[in-house]
């Protein structure tokens, strides 16, 4: 029989991964337990009780100037500023000799882009269809990929800065963007509530799993390393 532990080692192992035991469940665990419950409900066809309600809640407010506002943000949150900002990224990264960090965030953006692609394939969920969008869509609805695609982005740029003294900034301005395009995208009547949650859902957990595997408690991004810690 080996030697037994001491409780001073025990200690100091405990307290030197309490950041992934607390990051694995609310980042991971918590997130996939709310998609799962919500897949399934979708799955059995089941209404949820608060997507119509806040859909037309949004509806109500409703303006010409709203409608091209809320269609900008939701261009802005996929095809015109999601996909360059998430290749500037990775290539930015890379630029730098971030190997590390490149591979965590390429990993981040591809792989989410084919969950969410795999998933509506999956539910096939259709469109709402309360009354006639001026952003008609005409792919399937759950999850939502404006919503994944956001939550990913602000979730990997919060951990890439989260080791320097951006941390709260950054952390502020991604809750500010997931929340605009999430809204934007239930405004426009394209996406239901459940929709957009299961979608932040889904990316939260992929990247911070993708996170606990990339970076040890020494290895974290941005941290000071020794020659060739990048590598």
Not at 66 to 75: E, N
Not at 164 to 187: H, K, N, S
Request: proline share 6%.
């Amino acid at each position: 029989m080996p030697p037994a532990e001491s409780s001073a080692g025990f200690r100091h192992w405990l307290g030197s991964r309490l950041w992934r035991i607390g990051l694995l469940f609310a980042g991971v665990l918590l997130p996939l337990g709310v998609f799962a419950e919500l897949a399934e409900d979708v799955h059995e066809l089941e209404a949820f009780y608060f997507d119509a309600p806040l859909l037309w809640r949004l509806r109500g407010w409703a303006t010409p100037a709203l409608d091209q506002c809320f269609v900008l943000v939701s261009r802005l949150g996929y095809q015109w500023g999601l996909i360059p900002a998430d290749t500037l990224i990775v290539l930015l990264l890379l630029a730098f000799r971030r190997w590390r960090e490149a591979t965590f965030a390429f990993l981040a953006f591809v792989g989410s882009a084919l969950l969410n692609l795999g998933a509506k394939q999956f539910f096939q969920r259709d469109r709402p269809s309360l009354w006639e969008s001026v952003a008609p869509e005409s792919t399937f609805s759950f999850p939502s990929g404006h919503a994944m695609g956001s939550m990913t982005l602000a979730a990997v740029v919060v951990a890439l800065a989260w080791r320097t003294r951006w941390r709260w900034p950054v952390t502020a301005a991604a809750v500010a963007f997931v929340m605009l395009v999430g809204t934007a995208r239930v405004y426009l009547g394209v996406h239901y509530p459940s929709d957009i949650l299961a979608g932040w859902c889904a990316a939260l957990a992929w990247v911070m799993g993708l996170y606990l595997l990339c970076f040890r408690r020494h290895h974290r991004p941005w941290r000071q390393r020794g020659p060739g810690a990048n590598v």
